[in-house]
């Protein structure tokens, strides 16, 4: 293994660690109490704050002409990917547990590519081996959703029980986070979130898909993000303060809940946001995707060392099967790359033999060639980047 491959692995490990602190940390803040559409406009307002300077000292000479038309498309996807995905995420989490946030993550690569085919920007050849596993990659993320929805199961301890974010938790956090055990409100309630929070995963999927075309008429991705985070902060504020009227929701003190402002504002996104790019531009979109169950697992020990959540079996045999869901769909995904990739070299290597003969001058416009060829690769890679989003970008996007 070289030190490219062994730092890729290091990186991947750090987003997992990156992550999984946002679901314990933000599940945490919501357990004390603060409110998640007011949770949503400071990280988003953290995020744009961030982003600013960035894109005025990076980006201030590359800015491409912004039509009406243009604008109202960002506020529009603003306002699915952002605004809308992350308060369905976030009301899922309150009302479920940081297991099941960071299991249904593994989902978004397989509803991504569900919406693709229905949108027809994917197809599947269900006779193949590639296409099977793809559909039976969308039966198992549908299997798994309902497993952890539907069924309890026997509980494990906390295995800490003296908790570092300890907190009397709110009626519905509480009825949630036994896994869907206990009374019918318990059970409404954990049914209820388990279904936003795919819900959110949708949305999310949806804005991936969608992203691919944006890029197309917008290209400069930094201003991108900046416009689409500051819109969601509007539009978020105007949320909050439709819903949350009392002016003490507003107010942030020195506890969990400005630590998870700052942490999933800056860091997540900061700090997740390059080491994704880098890890993506050195071993593929897929590579990281398939680290997403390491998350998982840390996510299921840092809940329960941490908030002294309850574990139940039947979280453990929804994420199993969403897990299994993940990586049948990047299995059919990476047969179908190199079946292209086979496809596009085939005729490449009869027009070598063919060109044998062919003079000089041709064999200088080769590396000419050979540069336009790797730019289009890159460019490739980066239209995989939103075709198999690999982590849960949507909530750490703002």
């Given at each position: 293994?070289?030190?490219t491959?062994?730092?890729?692995?290091?990186?991947?490990?750090i987003?997992?660690?990156?992550?999984?602190?946002?679901?314990?940390?933000?599940?945490?803040?919501?357990?004390h109490?603060?409110?998640?559409?007011?949770?949503?406009?400071?990280?988003?307002?953290?995020?744009?704050a961030?982003?600013?300077?960035?894109?005025?000292?990076?980006?201030?000479k590359?800015?491409?002409?912004?039509?009406?038309?243009?604008?109202?498309?960002l506020?529009?996807?603003?306002?699915?990917?952002?605004?809308?995905?992350?308060?369905?995420?976030?009301i899922?989490?309150?009302y479920?547990?940081?297991?099941?946030a960071?299991?249904?993550?593994?989902?978004?690569?397989?509803?991504?590519?569900?919406?693709?085919v229905?949108?027809?920007?994917?197809?599947?050849?269900?006779?193949?081996?590639?296409?099977?596993?793809?559909?039976?990659?969308?039966?198992?993320?549908?299997?798994?959703?309902?497993?952890?929805?539907?069924?309890?199961?026997?509980?494990?301890?906390?295995?800490?029980?003296?908790?570092?974010?300890?907190?009397h938790q709110?009626?519905?956090?509480?009825?949630?986070?036994?896994?869907?055990?206990?009374?019918?409100?318990?059970?409404?309630?954990?049914?209820?979130?388990?279904?936003l929070?795919?819900?959110?995963?949708?949305?999310?999927?949806?804005?991936?898909?969608?992203?691919?075309?944006?890029?197309?008429?917008?290209?400069?991705?930094?201003?991108?993000?900046?416009?689409?985070?500051?819109?969601?902060?509007?539009?978020?504020?105007?949320?909050?303060?439709?819903?949350?009227?009392?002016?003490?929701?507003?107010?942030?003190?020195?506890?969990?809940?400005?630590l998870?402002?700052?942490?999933?504002?800056?860091?997540?996104t900061?700090?997740s946001?390059?080491?994704?790019?880098?890890?993506?531009?050195?071993?593929g979109?897929?590579?990281?995707?398939?680290?997403?169950?390491?998350?998982?697992?840390?996510?299921?020990?840092?809940?329960?060392?941490?908030?002294?959540?309850?574990?139940?079996?039947?979280?453990?045999?929804?994420?199993?099967?969403?897990?299994?869901?993940?990586?049948s769909?990047?299995?059919?995904?990476?047969?179908?790359?190199?079946?292209?990739?086979?496809?596009?070299?085939?005729?490449k290597?009869?027009?070598?033999?063919?060109?044998?003969?062919?003079?000089?001058?041709e064999?200088?416009q080769?590396p000419?060639?050979?540069?336009?060829?790797?730019?289009?690769?890159?460019?490739?890679?980066?239209?995989?980047?939103?075709?198999?989003e690999?982590?849960?970008?949507?909530?750490?996007?703002?």
């Open positions: 293994m070289d030190a491959s062994k730092k890729a692995y290091g990186v991947a490990i987003i997992q660690l990156i992550y999984t602190g946002m679901y314990v940390v933000s599940k945490a803040a919501f357990n109490g603060m409110s998640t559409y007011v949770f949503i406009f400071y990280r988003q307002a953290a995020a744009t961030l982003l600013l300077p960035l894109a005025i000292v990076l980006e201030r590359n800015a491409p002409p912004m039509s009406f038309r243009l604008f109202l498309k506020f529009f996807y603003a306002l699915l990917g952002n605004t809308l995905s992350m308060n369905l995420y976030n899922s989490l309150k479920t547990s940081a297991t099941v960071s299991a249904t993550s593994n989902s978004v690569p397989v509803v991504t590519f569900f919406l693709a229905l949108l027809r920007l994917e197809v599947v050849r269900l006779r193949s081996p590639s296409g099977m596993a793809k559909a039976a990659g969308v039966a198992l993320c549908l299997a798994g959703v309902l497993t952890i929805a539907l069924y309890a199961g026997p509980s494990m301890s906390p295995v800490n029980h003296h908790r570092a974010f300890a907190a709110h009626p519905h956090a509480a009825a949630a986070g036994g896994g869907g055990g206990g009374g019918g409100g318990g059970k409404g309630t954990w049914i209820k979130g388990t279904f929070m795919l819900l959110s995963n949708t949305t999310w999927s949806l804005w991936i898909v969608l992203q691919a075309s944006l890029l197309k008429e917008y290209p400069n991705k930094l201003l991108s993000t900046l416009l689409q985070c500051g819109l969601s902060t509007a539009q978020s504020f105007l949320l909050a303060v439709a819903v949350e009227r009392d002016p003490a929701a507003w107010k942030l003190q020195l506890d969990v809940g400005l998870a402002v700052a942490y999933s504002g800056l860091v997540v900061g700090v946001f390059y080491l994704q790019a880098w890890c993506i531009e050195k071993r979109p897929v590579f990281l995707a398939m680290s997403n169950p390491l998350g998982l697992l840390l996510t299921i020990f840092c809940s329960s060392f941490f908030l002294g959540e309850i574990v139940r079996l039947g979280s453990l045999l929804g994420s199993g099967l969403l897990v299994g869901g993940l990586y769909v990047l299995w059919g995904k990476s047969k179908d790359h190199l079946h292209q990739k086979q496809t596009q070299e085939a005729p290597t009869l027009a070598t033999i063919s060109n044998d003969g062919h003079d000089d001058d064999e200088k080769q000419a060639a050979a540069v336009q060829n790797t730019g289009g690769g890159d460019e490739k890679q980066l239209k995989d980047l939103f075709a198999m690999a982590s849960p970008l949507r909530h750490q996007s703002g």
